[in-house]
């Protein structure tokens, strides 16, 4: 069955960063876009940043120019580095597969929480 298991969360202090991990299986992960989205306490659910199968990357305005999304087909495997960080990117991170659209076929991570604070 399809299994996405997010990794590389933590505590981090404003300014700095993280690169985080979703690792992919029971899928052709090499056919199709991977997205990431966050859910910060108290908020919607928001679109951070996606992929496509040819490489192709779109970001939320709110991370533009900070945040990079990856992937290692080989390995399975979509990125998230996060450069610059700030108090407002705390949140629980997920990756989905496919595109900024949520479906009902898409599959989701269990997340992994990064907290930005000093």
């Known amino acids: 069955q399809v299994q996405l298991v997010e990794s590389g969360g933590g505590l981090v202090q404003p300014g700095g960063s993280l690169r985080l991990s979703c690792a992919a299986s029971?899928?052709?992960?090499?056919?199709?876009?991977m997205s990431w989205y966050r859910r910060a306490p108290g908020k919607a659910r928001e679109w951070v940043a996606s992929i496509s199968s040819g490489g192709s990357t779109n970001y939320a305005d709110s991370v533009k120019g900070r945040f990079t999304i990856s992937r290692d087909n080989g390995k399975n495997t979509v990125y998230l580095q996060m450069n610059s960080l700030k108090p407002d990117d705390t949140a629980v991170y997920s990756c989905k597969t496919g595109g900024r659209i949520v479906t009902a076929y898409d599959y989701w991570g269990q997340g992994t929480q990064v907290t930005v604070s000093s």
């Open positions: 029971g899928f052709t992960f090499s056919s199709g876009a």
